[in-house]
C-alpha cells in the first residue's frame, strides 16, 4: 500500500515537471500578475484564450498555484481572527448574562420565581451615643439620624451599654411620643466596637417624614427612645 507521504511527494514531481515542461523565461504573452492573481482568487472567470496561455505557460501556471495557496492561506487566518473573536464574543456574553442574572439591580426587591426578597436596601439608625433613657433625666438629643425612604431593612444601633436580647420596637409617626405606626421584635446581637445592634425588616419602607422609635428588652420597662427622619 502506498503511504500518503510517497504519494503526496510523486504527486510533486508530476507537478513539477509540468510546471518546467513550458519553460517561458521572456513571458511572452503572460496576462500579468494581477489577472493570475484575480483568477487565483476566483473574483473574475478567465476567458478561454487566458486559460489556454496558463496551462501551456509553466511561469504563469506556478503563479497560479502560488497566488490560490497565498489566498487559502489569507482565508484561514481570517477565519481564524473571526472565529477567535466569535468566541471572545459568545463566552463575554455568557459571563455578562451570568453576572446579570446573578446581581438583581439595587431598585429590584423580588426576584421572579421564588418570590424570595433579595437585596432590600438598609438605613442604618445609630443611637449609640444619642439615645435618650427617660427616667434617669439625662437627656441628650444626638445628631439627626436620617434613613432614606426606599430602605425597608432598619439596622438599629442601641444606646451604649445595651444588652443583646430580644426587643420590642414601636416606631411612632412624628416624635419619640407620637402614635405608633409599627411594632416590631427583633433580636439584638453584639457588633464591632462594642455596640449592639438591631436588624429588622419593616415590611413596607416608610414615607419620608419624620419618627421616632422606642425600644425595650423583651419583658422590660426600660424604654429607650430616638428619633430619626426619612428622606
Ligand atoms: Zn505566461
Redesign the pocket.
Known amino acids: 500500500m502506498m503511504r500518503f507521504g510517497q504519494a503526496k511527494h510523486d504527486e510533486r514531481i508530476v507537478q513539477q515537471a509540468f510546471l518546467d515542461a513550458f519553460p517561458?523565461p521572456e513571458?511572452i504573452?503572460?496576462?500579468g500578475d494581477d489577472l493570475i492573481r484575480a483568477i487565483a482568487r476566483k473574483k473574475i472567470d478567465s476567458d478561454k484564450s487566458v486559460r489556454r496561455?496558463?496551462r501551456r505557460?509553466s511561469?504563469?501556471s506556478q503563479d497560479l498555484l502560488t497566488f490560490r495557496h497565498q489566498w487559502r492561506t489569507v482565508k484561514i487566518t481570517r477565519f481564524a481572527v473571526l472565529a477567535a473573536a466569535a468566541t471572545v464574543l459568545i463566552v463575554f456574553g455568557i459571563y455578562w448574562r451570568q453576572t446579570i442574572s446573578h446581581s438583581p439591580s439595587p431598585h429590584s426587591n423580588l426576584i421572579a420565581g421564588n418570590q424570595q426578597p433579595l437585596n432590600l436596601e438598609t438605613g442604618t439608625l445609630d443611637f449609640y451615643d444619642s439615645g435618650v433613657r427617660r427616667g434617669t433625666g439625662n437627656v441628650a438629643p444626638g445628631p439627626v439620624q436620617t434613613v432614606r425612604s426606599s430602605a425597608r431593612i432598619l439596622v438599629v444601633i442601641l444606646p451604649m451599654a445595651s444588652l443583646p436580647g430580644e426587643y420590642e420596637v414601636q416606631i411612632r409617626n412624628g416624635s419619640d411620643d407620637g402614635k405608633t405606626i409599627k411594632v416590631v421584635r427583633a433580636i439584638a446581637s453584639n457588633k464591632a466596637n462594642g455596640r449592639t445592634a438591631l436588624q429588622f425588616d419593616l415590611g413596607a419602607p416608610l414615607l419620608p417624614g419624620s419618627y421616632g422609635a422606642a425600644f425595650r428588652p423583651q419583658g422590660s420597662n426600660l424604654w429607650s427612645y430616638g428619633t430619626f427622619t426619612v428622606q
Do not use: F, L, S, V
Request: with cysteine; aromatic share 0%.
Open positions: 517561458n513571458r504573452g503572460c496576462p496561455h496558463i505557460c511561469p504563469c
